[in-house]
T-cell receptor, first 114, second 109 residues
Framework: DAEITQSPRHKITETGRQVTLACHQT?????MFWYRQDLGHGLRLIHY???????NKGEVSDGYSVSRSNTEDLPLTLESAASSQTSVYFC?????????????FGEGSRLTVL | GQNIDQPTEMTATEGAIVQINCTYQ??????LFWYQQHAGEAPTFLSY??LDGLEEKGRFSSFLSRSKGYSYLLLKELQMKDSASYLC??????????WGAGTKLIIKP
């Protein structure tokens, strides 16, 4: 079965360290997204990609970067982790653009920055 | 600014019916999604409405009124497994998804 997987599922790091969260999907979807989810907030878009070599900033992109070298993977990098980046991170993919098709989410990566 | 309002938490009884409301003020409208999210898990798609009216899918139905900026998710014959958060999300005029904070639904026996 096709799926979308994230790793690591849990990560504790220190302020200032670089962290990379992996996202791998076998749906062969062109569209991939990274969100963060915090208590009291809706999902907030960090970065997204509509295909290989395409990346775009979302509403909360400061301090994050992504790269898309193939269809399957969209790793999210925190260049210098800050305590404000403690959150649960969800990767998602969709076949169509996100507003017409359902998003398939990974299981989430819980990141704690101390 | 753009805003999506949902009740923070609701409680209902097993076997009953519950209606979860979502009101939105966004720059334009190009559709509304409902997702279900169990604690500690990923959101999963429930429904998509772009035209006014009621869409029924088994025990779950979703209603949309674009003129009122209003939607609801109706859950019938509640089961314990329906205990989850329900997320409302609107596609704005820039085709960006704007998410509500979600409604935590607690089902009691």
């Amino acid at each position: 079965d096709a799926e979308i997987t994230q790793s690591p599922r849990h990560k504790i790091t220190e302020t200032g360290r670089q962290v990379t969260l992996a996202c791998h999907q076998t749906w062969n979807h062109n569209n991939m997204f990274w969100y963060r989810q915090d208590l009291g907030h809706g999902l907030r878009l960090i970065h997204y990609s509509y295909g290989v070599q395409d990346t775009n900033k979302g509403e909360v992109s400061d301090g994050y970067s992504v790269s898309r070298s193939n269809t399957e993977d969209l790793p999210l990098t925190l260049e210098s982790a800050a305590s404000s980046q403690t959150s649960v991170y969800f990767c998602a993919s969709s076949e169509k653009s996100e507003y017409t098709g359902e998003l398939f989410f990974g299981e989430g990566s819980r990141l704690t920055v101390l | 600014g753009q805003n999506i309002d949902q009740p923070t938490e609701m409680t209902a009884t097993e076997g009953a019916i519950v209606q979860i409301n979502c009101t939105y003020q966004t720059s334009g409208f190009n559709g509304l999604f409902w997702y279900q999210q169990h604690a500690g898990e990923a959101p999963t798609f429930l429904s998509y409405n772009v035209l006014d009216g009621l869409e029924e899918k088994g025990r779950f139905s979703s209603f949309l009124s674009r003129s009122k900026g209003y939607s609801y998710l109706l859950l019938k014959e509640l089961q314990m497994k329906d205990s989850a958060s329900y997320l409302c999300a609107v596609v704005d005029s820039n085709y960006q998804l704007i998410w509500g904070a979600g409604t935590k639904l607690i089902i009691k026996p």
